[in-house]
Every structure is written in C-alpha cells, then in structure tokens.
C-alpha cells in the first residue's frame, strides 16, 4: 500500500496502533536502566566530544515499523511525529549563514502552515554524523543520539520558554491561554539515509513512569530531559531511505496536557541489513518553539 492510499478521511478516523502491522526491522535500542537516584550526564558542549553519562543503559532488540505506508494518517498530536515531503532550496546545510538565513526561514514558514502557528521562535540547530568524529557544529562535532531520549520534560519545557522570551513574555502567553509547542524538524542533508536511521516511539505507548527525568549539565547551566525505560507496549517507527527532501517533524513537549501527545522519545539504530559501504548518516535538526495565540 502505497502513502497516496491512505486517504484523509482514514488518516483523521484511525489510530496508527489500531491497523495492521507493516513490515518491520528487528533492531536494538538503548534505554536507560531505572535507578534510585537520579541520572545526569555532561553534555558535548561541556566535554568538547561525546556526552559523559553518570547511568547505566541497556539495549533491547525491538521491531520498529516502517512509518511510510501511514505517513498521511500521522499526527503530532496522537503519534508525536510526522513525516513529510519538504524540499529545500538551501544547497549547502553545513554553511552556519545559509542555515541561519535561508533554511531558519523555511522552517518558520514551514510549522506556520502545518500547525496554524502565529510565531515561531527558532533557537537551535544540530548537525549529526555518524562518520569519524561526527558533523562539525559551532559548539563541537556531534554524532548521533543514540540513546532513546525526549529533549524536555514537563519541567524544563516551561523553563526553555523563560529562558528564550523572558519570564514576562512567558508569563503573558501562560495567562492568555496560548498553547507552545516545542517541535524539532530533522532533515537528512545527504540521501538516502542508509546508516543509523531514526527510530521514534508512538507517544500514545509510552507511559508516563517510562520516561525518566535526567539531568543535563550545561557549561553554564543544567537542563533537563527524559530518557526512556524499556517497555514491552511501546510501539517503533522509522522512515527507511529517508532523503534530503523529507523532513521529520517530532514533539518534544506541549504546554496543553489534555491527554494528547506530550513528549516523543526518539534514537538512533543500527539496522541489521547495513550495507558494509553504506554511505554515513549525515542530519540537521533544528529545534523551535511553535506558539498558537488564536
């Protein structure tokens, strides 16, 4: 079944979880080992190479599914994730001023229209690699995450809002009723992706006492984000082949807690059918706040 198929009307009528299964990859991923006492880790900007973690992890081989038959039935806000077709016209996405121009305008102009946003307030962006020391970035190289994690939590969600727009702002848009969504779009900038693809959970499996909060020390600062206990129920999805016309779109976290997706977990993997030459995993992540004032 191909995406054209899966028609609007299914797409707004069907839960992801309640259809048939598509064909799968069997794959490990790293989740975080429950502990009594609460994990931190020295993140790259602190270290100056790969994070330093205070906690034990553990892999578990599960299946994660091919998302791309039920691309049109995805939806932020019952999945946490989507998949979509978004060319760019930015030929170089490791040119720090193309991608702080060109590509940052693309990405506003792209969530206004997808989510209705009136402001989009971008504040970072990430190059990954998988290849030697990993994609060069303006506080260090970066390789990819390959721990299942969400980049906020119900604490430090509302505290990146104070720390981007300033407690008065963040205090008007609180008391006004706005809704923030904090959104990452995550591009390949070289395709297909034939190495350490992305794996994302269905938010709707994920239970709340799975996602464990840990500390992230920044050289002036420390944040905070959740890692992911393993769990039978949860469900994984992956976009094989990705290109660099197709972005992700995943949720981080959501001011509204009304029962809809909240937080993502995500992480990349090792498929067991990598080619020995396949070419490295080359990505850009750009992190953003969506806000919804009407």
Request: no cysteine; hydrophobic share 40%; glycine share 6%.
């Amino acid at each position: 079944m191909s995406v054209q198929t899966v028609s609007r009307t299914t797409a707004q009528a069907t839960h992801v979880s309640s259809r048939a299964p598509f064909t799968a990859v069997e794959a490990a991923l790293t989740f975080i080992t429950p502990s009594d006492t609460k994990p931190s880790f020295h993140s790259s900007a602190v270290t100056g190479g790969a994070p330093r973690v205070f906690f034990e992890t553990e892999r578990h081989v599960v299946p994660i599914h091919d998302m791309r038959p039920l691309a049109g039935a995805l939806s932020l806000d019952r999945e946490g994730f989507e998949l979509l077709r978004r060319p760019t016209a930015v030929e170089d996405l490791y040119d720090d001023a193309a991608v702080d121009t060109d590509y940052f305008a693309e990405i506003e102009l792209l969530l206004k229209l997808q989510l209705g946003a009136d402001r989009v307030v971008i504040f970072d962006a990430t190059r990954r690699s998988d290849a030697g020391a990993g994609a060069p970035n303006r506080d260090g190289s970066r390789g990819p995450a390959s721990r299942v994690h969400v980049d906020y939590t119900a604490k430090s969600g509302p505290q990146r809002v104070k720390d981007l727009l300033g407690e008065d702002e963040a205090r008007r848009l609180a008391e006004s009723g706005a809704r923030i969504v904090q959104v990452n779009v995550w591009r390949p900038i070289r395709g297909p992706v034939e190495r350490s693809p992305l794996a994302l959970a269905d938010a709707s499996s994920v239970r709340p006492a799975d996602l464990i909060a840990t500390d992230q020390v920044f050289p002036d600062r420390v944040g905070e984000i959740y890692h992911l206990a393993h769990e039978a129920g949860q469900r994984w999805y992956y976009a094989p082949w990705m290109t660099a016309d197709e972005v992700l779109l995943i949720k981080g976290w959501d001011s509204l807690d009304d029962g809809r997706a909240r937080f993502t977990p995500h992480g990349a993997f090792e498929q067991p059918d990598t080619p020995a030459d396949a070419a490295p995993r080359e990505s850009i992540e750009v992190r953003t706040l969506v806000i919804i004032e009407s």
